[in-house]
């Protein structure tokens, strides 16, 4: 009896010792997906702003800010989720979750990791951090050398669920404007998008309208949209900075439109679309106006028709930090995405002639190294008729960015614009507003155009209170506004300075404030002064 109660012992031991009965380690995403488990739970985690566990955030101020914010509610972080229990394990849905939750704007962290796996399903967590939706905000900005001003009031993720509710009014060189916004992007729980917002401002009033369904993930099938709005406000010519033409536009716009997609095909996805567009321009201008009487007036316009639409697009995203926002999450696709519309603006449908309006957009991403991505756009636009092309406008733009460090990125830009035809009302206006920071406000104008500017950023990791991460950047820029014919090198306008970045992390928005200093090169010829100070706010570095 004592032998086998001492075997029976040592088979207990043998048991509870073995590597069966040890918790095994949950295997990886593309191994999961290999085996073709299934979904099991889905469980959620939900943090407020602040950590309390955290001994750095643990006082009362961050307490009481965690008690005043809404934390997002459950049921709308499981809306954003593009897969269900039962489902087929597939990493690149569980990526493109992830990414649709950081583009609410409402989440600063948000993480999606399997948690057990057992008996061919997998559970999954999913952990979202918020951010400070309510925003009372005065700002007060300045750039080539003019200063605007404005306060607002928004609640972004109202009772944690996505709405938002906006007042604000701002003062620019251009005009005084108060305006109201209110925008649902899950609109009654549902993937419709809702959006309305009214202005008034000194020089007109406008409004917006659009109800859509967009296509919320790559492998949406369908969509559709529609939206009309109004639009009153004084447009101005420009010559060396100076104003010396103005005029009332007057713009009604209203466009429906349905979309099918072949779903996403490995990793491609080809969206076509079909809808209608109407778009009106009224053009007048009164005796106290500049310049009046001393050119003619750009004639009224409509356009009406049928849109079609085609996109092809290849999804290859990748997810950086330090590009554009301080140790935040950023999701770059390093795919090809072409986007064809063709507007046939008929007199059939009453448009004033029959042309064929075409916009072109071409961008692709190119991964240089495991350190560097370069990013390239080709935008066309531009009416088609019996006659000469109309409104014609080329862009082209690079975009390169190196990270030397965690914390340092040279960041890249070169764009090029070039018009051909252009509407009377329209201009290629560059100045310290613009990009070109060592100058005054629109200081050159044409219908060609070049910005080249070069930054190397620094992401400190200092925080401030926990809320404000600070930055640098030295910085240098060469560009210029021509008319057709002339240009040469020794035209280009330069500057560099340097400047502050003061970044609200814990803030919905992510904005970052700038303080820059410019030095502009050749101020003597351009009869501007030789230092530019702007600061003002930005949702990037």
């Known amino acids: 009896m004592r032998v086998l109660r001492a075997q029976i012992a040592v088979a207990l031991l ?33 943090k407020n702003i602040f950590d309390p566990s955290d001994p750095h955030e643990s006082y009362w101020p961050y307490r009481f800010a965690n008690k005043l914010h809404v934390v997002t509610r459950e049921d709308v972080i499981r809306r954003e989720l593009l897969f269900r229990e039962g489902d087929l394990y597939r990493q690149a849905i569980i990526e493109e979750s992830e990414r649709n939750l950081r583009a609410l ?21 999913v952990t979202s951090q918020d951010t400070w939706t309510l925003r009372p905000s005065v700002r007060f900005s300045r750039a080539g050398g003019d200063n605007a001003t404005g306060f607002s009031f928004s609640e972004q993720n109202f009772l944690g669920r996505l709405k938002l509710f906006q ?4 003062s620019n060189v251009d005009r005084t404007t108060t305006q109201l916004l209110y925008s649902d992007p899950r609109f009654f729980g549902s993937r419709y998008a809702f959006k309305s917002s009214y202005a008034r401002s000194s020089d007109g009033t406008s409004w917006g309208l659009s109800f859509e369904r967009p296509f919320f993930s790559l492998d949406t099938p369908w969509n559709m949209g529609a939206g009309g709005g109004k639009l009153e406000q004084v447009s101005k010519i420009y010559q060396d900075g100076d104003v010396v033409f103005e005029f009332h536009q007057e713009t009604d716009s209203f466009n429906v439109s349905y979309g099918i997609s072949t779903g996403l095909v490995g990793s491609h996805v080809v969206r076509s679309t079909f809808g ?5 321009n009224v053009f007048f201008q009164e005796p106290d106006q500049e310049g009046f009487g001393l050119q003619a007036v750009p004639p009224d316009q409509k356009f009406s028709g049928p849109v079609f639409t085609l996109e092809s697009l290849s999804a290859h995203y990748v997810k950086v930090r330090n590009y554009n926002q301080f140790d935040r999450d950023e999701d770059y696709n390093l795919g090809h995405d072409m986007n064809l519309s063709l507007w046939l603006s008929l007199k059939d449908f009453e448009a004033d002639k029959s042309q064929v309006i075409v916009n072109l957009g071409d961008s692709v991403g190119i991964p240089v190294s495991t350190q560097a991505n370069l990013f390239q756009s080709f935008l066309l636009s531009g009416r088609l008729g019996s006659g000469d092309a109309e409104n014609v406008i080329v862009t082209e733009v690079l975009e390169s960015y190196c990270r030397f460090t965690p914390r340092q990125t040279f960041y890249a830009r070169l764009g ?13 206006l560059l100045g310290g507003d613009t990009g070109l920071r060592g100058y005054p406000t629109r200081q050159f104008d044409g219908d060609r155009r070049l910005l080249l500017s070069l930054e190397h950023r620094f992401f400190s990791d200092l925080e401030i209170f926990r809320l404000v991460r600070l930055g640098f950047a030295g910085f240098a820029d060469v560009g210029d506004a021509w008319y057709q014919g002339g240009e040469s090198l020794s035209d ?11 970044a609200v992390v814990r803030s919905s928005v992510a904005t970052v404030s700038r303080l820059d200093l410019a030095y502009s090169v050749d101020a003597e010829q351009t009869d501007s002064p030789r230092f530019q100070v702007l600061f003002g706010t930005a949702l990037r570095f």
């Open 14 to 46: 043998l048991l509870a010792s073995s590597p069966l009965t040890a918790d095994a380690p949950v295997p990886e995403g593309a191994e999961l997906e290999a085996s073709g488990a299934r979904i099991g739970k889905v469980l959620i985690s939900r």
């Open 105 to 125: 704007g409402v989440i600063y962290h948000v993480h999606i990791r399997p948690v057990d796996y057992h008996d061919g399903l997998v559970d999954l967590e």
């Open 167 to 170: 007042i604000s009014r701002r």
């Open 276 to 280: 209608y567009s109407y778009l009106r």
């Open 416 to 428: 090029i614009d070039v018009g051909y035809n252009l509407d009377p009302q329209n201009q290629l």
């Open 492 to 502: 280009l306008h330069s500057d560099f300075g340097l400047g502050l970045r003061f």
